[in-house]
């Protein structure tokens, strides 16, 4: 029983970590007018090279997304 919560909470942080890349995603998708893909490589290349995780970088973009004052639009 120990084993099953552990890898139910496990897949739990997985689809968290996935929910928020794919917002970060969809933000520097908009922001940036580029495709799926590279919004993707945009959030990895700067996880290399800041030496963080992806999923840091990510949570870095949708926390100061929720910041910016929403645009006339």
Known sequence: MLRRFAKYHDLRKTFGRHAV???AKKILMERHSVDEDDAFELLRAQARS???????IATAVVDGHALLPKQAG
């Not at 800041?50 to 840091?56: A, C, E, I, Q, Y």
Request: glycine letters at 0%; proline letters at 0%; a positive charge.
């Open 21 to 23: 890349t794919e917002r």
């Open 50 to 56: 800041s030496n963080r995780k992806l999923v840091d």
